[in-house]
């Protein structure tokens, strides 16, 4: 299968990413002739919240099994800026921070899975709403987060369905002996003004942390300004409507209905109840309204002999709100057992509107791009039981049985016609056993497996009730790892891992969206991975792996025409590296590397169409929005009179989508694979301690002013200057 590339990248923004690469390359082995100095870690007055792991207990440092796992600290995301969990990701390889393609929210990416397959927790409690199966990274402020953790690979079976791309569990802070209070404002052009506030001490045996923030801006500058093809202007003018479709102005400065707000409110609580006996409780409470900027969308018409066009679509979330209750128990029956257990509320409330033109005032069309009112009512609520045992010499056998429901409620209003409401209810539960083997001193054989169930258990729509069967998987894996030293370690591992679908995949009723098939299969992937970790010297630290994903039925959405696509076979492998070094006892640089392949195996894919002349039948040999190559590098110099200079970058290149839309005849459509621009993004952020209390700060993000899009027709933000204070006593 040929495949085509897309490098194209200004010349100016190349020459400088490679001198800093070239940079960065010739001080390593400065570095390891140097004398040797241990990595230095930033000192926290927090602790981690130990109970928001899912394999670690108080007893034991826990081992995730032979596979890829990533970290970000609190450390790293205050020096990288970052004022959301997307943002505290980016950097990570294997791990691409991307806006969505459903609601054009930010997602992440890893290894070439989108975030739908990828399980997100917050201190070990799954966080998605529950009809897409996604929770917007954006919405999830960083205050309160001790550390990040990303699991690739092969992740224990104990996490259960779901994690065909790994997991994501954010881990939160708990208070220490010593009280701590923060406080840090930081500003930026078009009014915004990032406030957050934190809070932590441990009284006797309990210990609290508690996080608030408030973000405002008007949105963010467009590096150029931003005008869409006058071909789709001229057919958004000649869409049949009864309301004649406004087309989407040209943007340039401000991106029009960028602006957001959003709170949150955090707390975690542990409390040491005996030496045998922890309880620990987080609670949060998030709001957030904010603007879509406007899409162009192409889409058919409904009536008999009808033609696609291109329609202006002005969506807001006009009101949402978030709130989660997580009770997590871990109690040490005996030397040699101990138990956890986790139960867990996460309700979401949106209101998502439509309106007729770019005022965002007036909701009368009722064709082509509707207008529409819509709120959701959904939640998930469920519990974990772990059990982790070492009765038997050298092994180590952890337990677990999970379930969860999923509730979605929602009410659509269009012009003129009365309200439809919609409830659609889910279940799904998980068994599973692994046992960790110390083969010898050096060498531990991981075997596990899980069986997952999921139950379509209620369909209430007003485009039907029936309900597709319920599915069911055996998922088993293995892994080995084998430190061949103190400094040097290589593991491997094979495990099948599956995705049940979502709410919309099943159910989408096809009015402003895809169309839905209860009969939907589960997505499969059977998953091998070969990687190692090196020390040398102790100053320079080399990670790698290897990977390979062989799919089945690979579900899609397309953007541009809104719809479901499912890929019978796909492939996803590639190779990710990451070598930190400690140049200097003042000097740090990291530089990551992922080299991802996402192909469709010769695999038919067919949209079917209602009223076009023919159904869209195409044979893809990639998947969109993958880029193949992706580098990412930081440096950090820090002087003894409270200075320190961050710097870090991101190179993106070769990454494909399908273009559907026919200019020469808008009765069908068609598959034109084009290439997205490369580009490269340089960020900086210095800051001064004046003294041990007080901080000042300023960032630049896009230094460069790289005009980019990570989605085809949606432009990247320009250059944004940031500066504030941090207050810490």
Sequence with gaps: MEMEFCFKLRLSNSFLFLTMLMVSLCLVPVSILAAATQEQPVEETYQVYQLGEVLVTAEQEGNEGPTTISEVSGAEIEKYNASNLGEALK?????????????????????????????????GMPIYQPYEGLVNLIDIPVQNIAKIKVIKGASSTLYGPNTMGGVINIITKKGSRTPEVSLSYQTSDYNTHHIEATHGQKVGDFSYFIGASHKESDGFKLAETFTLPDDILAGMAQAPSPVKHTPIPPDSGLRDNSDYERDAITFTGNWDVTPNNTLGLSLGY???????????????????GGTAHWYPRYWRFDDGERYNINLADEYT????????????????????????DNTYSSQFRTAGAPSFDSTYDDYNTGFNL???WDGIDKHHIRMGYSFKRDVHESE????????????????????????????????????????DTFEQKERNQSSGSAKGDDLNSFNPQIGIRYDVSDAFNVYASAARKIRFPTMKNLYANGVIGPQGDPHMEKEKTNSYEFGSQLWINDIVKFEGAIFYNDIKNLILFDNQIGRFEQYEKATIYGAEMSLFAQFTASLTGRLNYTYLVAQNDNAIVTIETTNLKNDLVYQPDEIPYRPKHKIDMDLTKSFNFGLKIHLNASLVL?????????????????????????FFLLNTKITYDLNPHFQVFGAVDNILNEDYQELYLSPGSGTRAWAGIKISL
């Design 654 to 678: 070769d990454q494909v989508y399908y273009d559907h839309a026919d200019s020469a005849d808008n009765r069908n459509f068609v598959s034109e694979k084009k290439c997205l621009d490369n």
């Design 91 to 123: 950097l990570l390889p294997g791990v691409n921070f991307h806006q969505g393609r459903v609601k054009q929210e930010s997602y992440a990416t890893v290894r070439g899975f989108e975030q739908d397959k990828v399980l997100i927790l917050l201190d």
């Design 286 to 304: 998030y709001h957030n309204e904010y603007g879509i900027p406007a899409a162009a969308i192409y889409r058919e018409t409904k009536k008999a």
């Design 412 to 451: 659509y209003t269009f012009y003129g016609s009365p309200t439809t409401a919609e409830t659609l209810i889910s279940q799904t539960y998980s068994a599973a056993l692994e046992d960790s083997i110390d083969v010898s001193d050096r060498v531990r054989l991981t075997l596990g497996a899980s069986y």
């Design 333 to 356: 029956v005996s030397k040699t057992l101990r138990i956890k257990c986790r139960f867990f509320y996460d309700a979401y409330q949106s209101a998502l509107n439509a309106y007729d």
């Design 386 to 388: 772990y059990g982790f």
